[in-house]
């Protein structure tokens, strides 16, 4: 009977070892914005999780934690460096307090289209910059994606012009080149926490804010805001971020190529969902009752001299001319290099997204 139950004992255990031996990789990947199907980062990232827990064979588990679950912005870049949180898309907000040349992506007016942005952070300079944020701060950036063009809101008045702006007390991230860019249009900048910016907006803390549409829609803030700008006064990247021991250490070759491939292919249709909800959510935010005006070229114009001297000074103190000037030299080029196709490459980058998330809704 005692051999018995030592076999028994020993079988258990060997089942417990094997259990244990083989139990999957979790990455948990931190995000801010809404936790809702048909948001452009819940998709992006759901196919993320399935190209790596199918090519992984379920050696690998990635859990999606949205809605700042894991902590603001801040906070979930702080738990990527200290390696509390495995991964993070996250705005470009907070990652100036880690590593300073991040400003130089807060240049006002700095691409002139969304290809051209996409040609800077998949290039050269979006590698070289990778690889500097990584020395500093001990985190990967797996891919760059767009977070989009921001546009002034408010529930005071119809803003066309800088001289609009004046005394409005406008919500802003935590990005001192943000807050430079806001003052110079005479308004008072604000910072708060993207997760507490409803109520803020709802409590009347502040007057407005600056946001991309995809975001004014899928977090209901024409609840709160009536007026908009199609002003465009900054592109700002979702950058993917890993912690490096993680990614060097839990991870073998194979499975870093895996994770490593599978987030361009999150931030190439994130891109696609962005352009997408942004097309449909001009339409969407007018049927809610939002104004909305598009500015003239002539009245771009007169933003872009107000806003980008300010801007660019504080970004050129911050980054550094090297950083400063390699961005814009980049910006240029592929501003030439898109041309005329930006539309098309839209298009292309739309259906590219689409497709491949049918693939995973088979």
């Known amino acids: 009977m005692k051999r018995l139950v030592c076999c028994l004992l020993m079988v258990c255990a060997a089942f417990v070892f094997a259990g244990s031996a083989w139990a999957a990789i979790v990455i948990k990947v931190a995000n801010a914005g809404p936790d809702v199907p048909d948001n452009r980062t819940v998709k992006a990232v759901d196919i993320f999780r399935y190209i790596v827990e199918t090519k992984s064979k379920g050696e690998i588990e990635v859990k999606a934690f949205h809605a700042s679950k894991l902590g603001n912005e801040r906070e979930a870049l702080e738990g990527v460096r200290m390696g509390t949180i495995e991964m993070a898309t996250l705005s470009s907000g907070p990652v100036p307090g880690f590593f300073d040349p991040a400003v130089v992506f807060d240049i006002p007016y700095l691409f002139s289209s969304a290809p051209a942005a996409w040609k800077v952070f998949d290039g050269a300079f979006g590698k070289t910059f990778g690889e500097a944020f990584l020395q500093k701060t001990g985190v990967r950036i797996l891919a760059i994606s767009e977070n989009g063009y921001r546009h002034f809101t408010n529930n005071s008045r119809q803003v066309k012009s800088p001289a609009d702006m004046k005394g409005l007390k406008v919500r802003t991230m935590e990005n001192p080149a943000h807050i430079e860019m806001?003052?110079?249009?005479?308004?008072?900048?604000?910072?708060?926490?993207?997760?507490?910016?409803?109520?803020?907006?709802?409590?009347?803390?502040?007057?407005?804010?600056?946001?991309?549409?995809?975001?004014?829609?899928?977090?209901?803030?024409?609840?709160?805001?009536?007026?908009?700008?199609?002003?465009?006064?900054?592109?700002?990247?979702?950058?993917?971020?890993?912690?490096?021991?993680?990614?060097?250490?839990?991870?073998?070759?194979?499975?870093?190529?895996?994770?490593?491939?599978?987030?361009?292919?999150?931030?190439?249709?994130?891109?696609?969902?962005?352009?997408?909800?942004?097309?449909?959510?001009?339409?969407?935010?007018?049927?809610?009752?939002?104004?909305?005006?598009?500015?003239?070229?002539?009245?771009?114009?007169?933003?872009?001299?107000?806003?980008?001297?300010?801007?660019?000074?504080?970004?050129?103190?911050?980054?550094?001319?090297?950083?400063?000037?390699?961005?814009?030299?980049?910006?240029?080029?592929?501003?030439?290099?898109?041309?005329?196709?930006?539309d098309q490459i839209v298009q292309d980058i739309i259906a590219y997204a689409n497709s491949e998330y049918a693939k995973i809704k088979k």
């Open 182 to 342: 806001v003052k110079a249009m005479g308004a008072d900048p604000t910072p708060i926490a993207f997760g507490e910016l409803y109520m803020a907006l709802q409590q009347k803390v502040v007057d407005g804010m600056e946001c991309p549409v995809v975001l004014i829609h899928d977090m209901k803030f024409y609840e709160v805001q009536k007026y908009m700008i199609l002003d465009g006064h900054l592109y700002n990247p979702i950058f993917i971020f890993m912690n490096e021991k993680f990614f060097q250490t839990k991870l073998n070759a194979e499975q870093r190529k895996i994770v490593a491939e599978a987030a361009v292919v999150l931030a190439h249709t994130h891109n696609g969902f962005s352009q997408d909800a942004n097309i449909q959510g001009i339409e969407k935010l007018k049927a809610q009752g939002m104004q909305i005006y598009k500015p003239s070229t002539d009245e771009l114009n007169r933003f872009r001299q107000v806003s980008q001297p300010a801007g660019l000074s504080f970004v050129r103190k911050k980054a550094g001319d090297e950083w400063t000037d390699k961005i814009l030299k980049s910006a240029t080029e592929a501003e030439k290099e898109v041309g005329t196709k930006a």
